[in-house]
């Protein structure tokens, strides 16, 4: 199966090697355009490391960026924290789909600060959501979804790090 993850940082990375490690075919790498003056993306730089092609659209309104995409020929796309607008079509490309990552039990807490609203709110529990995305933030058909407990002590950082990171990767 041809993969293309598109993603950033260091859960993007962690996946992308959690691929390479079990042998999946990775074909490419798609990462958020970097910022003037910042370090190079933890996730571009094991693509690079890895020999993998490195696509970073600023948008995907640009039919190039569909057409690099088109071919490429993917049968799935593995997204690992992407904060672009992603339009249904494009999503649609690979033969398989694309399947996302999202720290919440969906539909609760979509879009950004899931954790810290499940904290806020009190929830005693949290978790993460894999799915199938579509035109909406955070919407679409559920693959699967891991739950984890939250205590009084918990933290953004202990529920992430400790626990929805290792679970989502």
């Keep these: 199966m041809r993969i293309v993850v598109h993603g950033q940082q260091a859960f993007g990375k962690a996946v992308l090697e959690a691929l390479l490690k079990r042998g999946d075919n990775v074909i490419a790498v798609y990462v958020a355009p970097e910022k003037e003056g910042a370090k190079a993306d933890p996730l571009k730089e094991a693509a690079l490391a890895a020999k993998l092609p490195v696509y970073q659209p600023a948008s995907y309104k640009d039919p190039k960026v569909w057409d690099e995409f088109k071919a490429l020929k993917p049968d799935l796309q593995v997204m690992a924290f992407v904060t672009l607008f992603v339009p249904e079509d494009f999503l649609n490309i690979p033969t398989h789909g694309s399947i996302q990552y999202h720290p919440s039990l969906l539909p609760l807490y979509r879009g950004a600060s899931a954790i810290n609203w499940s904290i806020i709110k009190g929830e005693k529990e949290t978790g993460l959501s ?10 679409g058909d559920i693959l699967v979804q891991k739950k984890t407990p939250i205590s009084d002590s918990d933290t953004l950082g202990t529920v992430y790090f400790d626990r929805l990171f290792p679970m989502g990767v």
């Design 130 to 139: 894999i799915f199938w995305p579509d035109n909406g933030l955070d919407t």
